[in-house]
């Protein structure tokens, strides 16, 4: 008997989350997760996964559609990923799968439709009011890379802007944001947003406040940090974390402007649900608001958490509902 079920993906530079799911019961997905540092080769990765669906699900024929969403661009013929060694075709993925209906989106274009499908239970709002239904939505979020989108009312629904607004230039607010930028620069000619808001940054913050206040560079993982942050709110490790979320505030609050966002700002990413309740606490709406002028334009705007834990899964997945109705 022939099964008809679908496959998505949210590849980022850490990790690679696939689904699997009967086409007519979109709300069931069978996970499974992989470290991307596991695997060589992509196609590694894809032989496992087959072989893992196989054993769960029971299921050997080819899936019906597929869409996978990456960290990297996607107009290209070869898929390179950003913050990864992982790199593949479209050709060489619908071969290996044996589908020929293979969609491709960005990693925040599936984030910014999962947005579209999140309840009350998925989200922390910090501050502001109710959302303009009809205005644009903006979500950003860290991790392995810094990602942007954008969701623009058209019709009866919304129109996904993907974008590498990670890669924008970071402008440091204050004299120890100017201190950290200068630091950076010892490394970096360009010190862009995602060199500070990823797993990356983080390391990049700390470093570069234990050398302003001379004091020894101890911690090697993001993680290290955050734990040691949570700990010991007096550590350089905590005012890492404060510098970072000042940093997202204020980056938001830009995003914001540029967008007229006034349909709420979502934060989402593996880093910051991380520290949800110091992230609340944090100085970050005061950043996002702070703008001079136009305070009170940003006031009303909402800001959100997002604590939903496989938003990318949940966006592909409706891409893919997306297409079946047009």
């Keep these: 008997m022939h099964i008809s079920w679908n496959l998505v993906a949210d590849i980022g530079g ?13 709300e069931v997905l069978y996970e499974f997760h992989h470290a991307v540092n596991e695997y060589p ?71 910014a439709r999962g947005v579209t499908e999140l309840g009350s239970d998925d989200v922390r709002q910090i501050g502001g009011g109710a959302p303009r239904t009809d205005k644009p939505k903006v979500i950003l979020g860290a991790g392995t890379g810094l990602g942007v989108a954008a969701l623009v009312p058209h ?16 402008a440091p607010v204050g004299d120890l944001q100017v201190d950290v930028l200068r630091y950076l620069r010892r490394s970096h000619s360009r010190v862009s947003l995602e060199r500070l808001l990823s797993g990356a940054g983080l390391l990049n913050i700390y470093a570069a406040l234990s ?4 004091h020894q560079s101890a911690l090697t993982m993001p993680s290290e940090v955050v734990e ?18 000042e940093v997202i505030g204020s980056t938001a609050g830009n995003l914001a402007l540029t967008y007229g966002a006034r349909g709420g ?10 520290f949800a ?50």
């Design 41 to 111: 080769q992509f196609d590694q990765v894809l032989g496992v996964l087959t072989a893992e669906i196989e054993e769960m699900c029971g299921w050997r024929c080819p899936p019906e559609q597929v869409c996978f969403a990456v960290a990297c661009p996607v107009d290209n013929e070869v898929i390179r990923f950003t913050n990864s060694h992982w790199a593949f075709s479209r050709d060489q993925l619908m071969s290996t799968l044996n589908c020929s209906n293979v969609m491709l989106i960005n990693d925040f274009e599936a984030l």
């Design 211 to 214: 050398h302003i206040h001379d």
């Design 155 to 170: 019709n009866d629904g919304y129109q996904v802007i993907d974008s590498e607004g990670g890669h924008a230039d970071f």
């Design 228 to 245: 040691q942050a949570l700990e010991d709110n007096q550590s350089i490790a905590a005012q890492t974390l404060d510098v970072f979320c």
């Design 265 to 274: 700002i979502y934060v989402a990413g593996g880093i910051v649900p991380r």
């Design 14 to 26: 850490t990790n690679a989350r696939f689904a699997a799911y009967l086409a007519d019961q979109p």
């Design 277 to 326: 309740d110091y992230f609340i606490g944090s100085q970050f709406r005061t950043y996002f608001e702070s703008k001079g002028r136009f305070v009170a334009y940003l006031e009303p705007i909402p800001t959100y958490l997002v604590t939903h834990a496989n938003l990318g899964l949940l966006g592909a997945t409706k891409h893919i509902a997306i297409q079946r109705s047009d």
